[in-house]
């Protein structure tokens, strides 16, 4: 299926309502549990961190001001359960918390993919929570907010994106000390074009680790183009 990208570019409103949107656009779900779903994606603009093997980069800037009624209204077009909130850090406007509040009252599945760098209290108790802990590797390490680990639920995903051996051994020792078996699914994943994820699998095997490993499906099927 062809993903569709649906808003882009456009200039930045000065008003303070709604958010700021780099792209809604249609695919199948390449990360975390519900991969392979049909979901809408609504990526938003701005981020306070940067990974070095940031795949979003186009989303620290520019972007577009949408209210939360015109981004629903785009979100119905496309006929979809699951809607995936990412950016950019959508934690880092606002406006988020409410825009998914409305895609919960809508009746959406809704993920939330966040850096775990800002403080996820206050979230509608309906969207899954889909939360890095940044690895060295991502040289934002120092950006990870613990106490979020408190707001984690089993229905959540923890998500380590590994850029090497060190990332994987610092991984391993991130579970060991804050017990994270007991909150929530594990997730591994290669940073792409950085570490074989042949060479992950093999010491996931290797040391029976409790986790899943995931290879961005969108990546496999349609590379680094934005918008899929
Ligand atoms: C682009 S980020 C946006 C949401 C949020 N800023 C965050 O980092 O979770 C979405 C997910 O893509 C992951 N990601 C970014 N670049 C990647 C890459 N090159 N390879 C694998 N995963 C990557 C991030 O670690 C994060 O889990
Ligand atoms: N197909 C697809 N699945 C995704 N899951 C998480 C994404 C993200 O960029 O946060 C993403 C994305 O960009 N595309
Ligand atoms: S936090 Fe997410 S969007 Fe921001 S630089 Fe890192 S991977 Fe990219
Ligand atoms: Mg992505």
Not at 45 to 56: E, K, Q, W
Not at 178 to 203: M, V
């Amino acid at each position: 299926m062809t993903a569709q990208r649906a808003a882009t570019k456009g200039s930045v409103a000065s008003d303070a309502a709604g958010l700021r949107v780099t792209e809604i656009f249609h695919s199948l779900q390449g990360e975390g549990l519900t991969t392979g779903e049909r979901t809408v994606f609504v990526r938003l603009t701005g981020c306070p961190l940067r990974c070095v093997y940031c795949d979003s980069a186009y989303a620290f800037s520019g972007g577009r001001r949408m209210d939360i009624a015109a981004i629903l209204a785009q979100i119905a077009d496309y006929s979809v359960r699951y809607v995936c909130v990412t950016g950019g850090e959508p934690l880092a406007q606002p406006g988020c918390r409410s825009l998914l509040a409305a895609l919960c009252g809508a009746g959406y599945l809704v993920s939330l993919e966040t850096s775990g760098a800002l403080d996820l209290t206050g979230l509608d108790p309906r969207v899954v929570k889909v939360m890095d802990l940044k690895t060295p590797g991502s040289g934002e390490e120092h950006r990870n907010r613990y106490a979020n680990l408190a707001c984690l639920t089993p229905a959540d995903q923890i998500k380590f994106v590994l850029c090497d051996r060190d990332d994987y051994r610092w991984a391993v020792e991130q579970i060991r000390v804050h017990r994270l078996e007991r909150l929530c699914p594990l997730l591994f994943s290669p940073a792409a074009g950085r570490l074989s994820p042949r060479d992950l699998a093999d010491w996931i095997l290797s040391d029976r680790l409790p986790v899943r490993m995931q290879i961005q499906l969108h990546k496999l099927l349609w590379g680094d183009a934005p918008g899929h």
